[in-house]
Nanobody
Framework: QVQLVESGGGLVQAGGSLRLSCAAS????????MGWYRQAPGKQRELVAL???????NTADSVKGRFTISRDNAKNTVNLQMNSLKPEDTAVYYC??????????????WGQGTQVTVSS
């Protein structure tokens, strides 16, 4: 089995910063894409940023220039540095990963989510 565990959410004032972290563990052979989605109340889950094992990044236009994704392939971790936070960034943030297991099966996995609240 594969587990994704997030940390780092919380309450921050507008203009502030937070750093989210996610660690993948379990029977992992490799992770191709790894990153973050978010879901605000009453809205669909949306992509925030993803990073491939080769270093390519896909970042939502709404967070470009403010959020930075980084990844440690050897440790199976991914971080999201969030600066200049806005109230509209308030959401539950989910870690997501495309994993190949030790048995060479492939699956997409989600973390349990971490709440980020930005006050105005």
């Amino acid at each position: 089995q594969v587990q994704l565990v997030e940390s780092g959410g919380g309450l921050v004032q507008a203009g502030g910063s937070l750093r989210l972290s996610c660690a993948a563990s379990g029977s992992i052979f490799s992770i191709s894409r790894m990153g973050w989605y978010r879901q605000a109340p009453g809205k669909q889950r949306e992509l925030v940023a993803l990073r491939t094992s080769g270093g390519s990044t896909n970042t939502a236009d709404s967070v470009k220039g403010r959020f930075t994704i980084s990844r440690d392939n050897a440790k199976n971790t991914v971080n999201l540095q969030m600066n200049s936070l806005k109230p509209e960034d308030t959401a539950v943030y989910y870690c997501n990963a495309d994993v190949t297991t030790d048995r060479r099966t492939r699956g997409n996995y989600w973390g349990q989510g971490t709440q980020v609240t930005v006050s105005s």
